[in-house]
């Protein structure tokens, strides 16, 4: 018994071998041109380079995802401290921030000046400018927001406010922002240590979740810290505690 429908099938077989061989023929021209109309650039984009190949890629670059593990607090007085202490993290932030790209744009610019008497003149007139510029609004930061700013100087700049300011005016003026500050109970030769203080850890715990969410711009910190790392250290401590 013949099967029509089967022989109907491989009478068109051949012709169906042509249509896909023609939509093929027809995709690839296609490609072509739209490869040849766009610039390089756009087209390198697209494509994979693999050992001299190039091949159009099956995946696409995502950006990083950073996981967080849920905020735990021992009690309501913790939760209520950390969340005060973020608000004025997040405050103080682009002030250090500010002071770090000041700071790589003065001594990009110093390495440019070669007399020292110019030298001199330019860094007054760069501290004069970001006296001019922060003053007010630094004076209108708390004590704590103060001490919060000097701790994340020194996480951007790897220098303490003390030594910044005596490295770009003077040992005396220095010691005198120091007797001022201490006036307040803020003291400008403080240090950021996350490994070693937890309200340091804290503040870089904050600043992370504020990155991943875009809250604040990115800056990395020039200090050696894994902040993964720092996370399993305090979580260690606090599960001894309890």
């Not at 051949?14 to 490869?35: D, E, N, R, Y």
């Not at 610039?39 to 190949?53: A, F, T, V, Y």
């Not at 400018?129 to 700049?157: A, W």
């Not at 003390?162 to 490295?167: A, G, I």
Request: aromatic fraction near 12%.
């Amino acid at each position: 018994m013949i099967n029509f429908d089967k022989v109907k099938f491989m009478e068109m077989r051949p012709k169906i071998k042509c249509a896909v061989f023609s939509a093929v023929m027809i995709m690839t021209g296609f490609l072509q041109a739209q490869v040849e109309d766009q610039p390089l650039d756009s087209i390198q984009e697209k494509l994979i380079i693999m050992e001299g190949d190039s091949l159009f890629r099956a995946s696409i670059a995502l950006d990083e995802v950073f996981l967080f593990g849920k905020l735990d607090f021992d009690s309501y007085e913790d939760k209520l401290r950390y969340y005060i202490l973020k608000r004025k993290t997040l405050k103080v932030y682009p002030y250090a921030k500010m002071a770090s790209e000041r700071l790589v744009s003065l001594t990009d610019s110093l390495e440019l000046i070669k007399s020292k008497r110019k030298q001199k003149k330019y860094t007054r007139k760069v501290q004069k400018y970001i006296e001019e510029e922060f003053s007010e609004e630094l004076k209108k930061l708390t004590r704590t927001e103060g001490q919060i700013l000097v701790k994340l100087i020194y996480r951007q700049t790897g220098m303490t406010a003390f030594d910044l300011v005596k490295e770009l005016r003077s040992g005396w003026r220095a010691f005198w922002y120091n007797t001022t500050a201490k006036m307040f109970k803020i003291s400008i030769k403080e240090e950021f240590n996350p490994e070693a203080v937890h309200e340091d850890y804290l503040i870089e715990d904050i600043l992370q979740r504020a990155f991943a969410e875009r809250t604040l711009q990115r800056q990395e910190s020039v200090l050696d810290y894994d902040y993964a790392s720092l996370t399993n250290k305090w979580d260690q401590r606090q599960k001894q505690k309890k």
